[in-house]
């Protein structure tokens, strides 16, 4: 194997997961945002027409809608805490430091435990960015990329590599979010 073009050790946070799903995963949230919504203004007119004495509604009845009204309106302004919390099993697994290589043909990541993942680049869906890091995602599997350490000459070369990998219809951001 050659030598790696970029080494990068970084930290998977909890803060880091929240932002590669806001990212990689906005069109996805777009389902919580709506059914939020609607359930929020449903629940909202519901409690108000209640409290109004438009029509009764018993107390158990009154709570579940504040209830939904509560739930509709996490799922419509923070659908990422959201997944967060039915996920929190799952996201146990991907906390910690990672040790990642990106070679020629893809990207080389290890984990706390010592596994090496390989994802070659053919697989790579999506890449965008925020201000602290980068975002790839491959399907299956993504990876986020700590941009501490990285002068502004590196950042421009990471970008055009994996730039370079994307197939022409993928996703591809420059935005800093």
């Known amino acids: 194997m050659s030598n790696p073009r970029f080494v990068i050790d970084t930290e998977y946070t909890r803060?880091?997961?929240?932002?590669?799903?806001?990212?990689?995963?906005?069109?996805?949230?777009?389902?919580?945002?709506?059914?939020?919504?609607?359930?929020?203004?449903?629940s909202a007119f519901s409690v108000l027409a209640a409290l109004t004495g438009t029509f009764q509604l018993s107390f158990s009845s009154f709570l579940l809608l504040v209830l939904i009204c509560a739930t509709g309106a996490v799922c419509a302004l923070f659908p990422q805490y959201l997944m967060l919390a039915i996920n929190r099993k799952k996201l146990s697994k991907h906390l910690g430091s990672r040790h990642i290589e990106l070679y020629e043909d893809?990207?080389?990541?290890?984990?706390?435990?010592?596994?090496?993942?390989?994802?070659?680049?053919?697989?790579?869906?999506?890449?965008?960015?925020?201000?602290?890091?980068?975002?790839?995602?491959?399907?299956?599997?993504?990876?986020?990329?700590?941009?501490?350490?990285?002068?502004?000459?590196?950042?421009?070369?990471?970008?055009?590599?994996?730039?370079e990998q994307l197939p022409h219809h993928s996703r591809f951001s420059f935005k800093k979010q």
Request: no cysteine; net charge positive; proline share 1%.
């Open 15 to 42: 803060h880091a997961l929240t932002e590669s799903w806001r990212v990689l995963y906005r069109k996805k949230f777009l389902f919580f945002k709506i059914v939020g919504a609607a359930l929020f203004i449903f």
């Open 106 to 163: 893809g990207l080389y990541s290890t984990g706390t435990d010592g596994k090496v993942t390989h994802m070659p680049w053919v697989l790579l869906k999506s890449f965008d960015e925020s201000r602290e890091y980068f975002f790839l995602d491959f399907g299956t599997f993504f990876s986020i990329l700590s941009k501490e350490g990285l002068d502004e000459q590196a950042l421009q070369e990471l970008r055009m590599l994996v730039k």
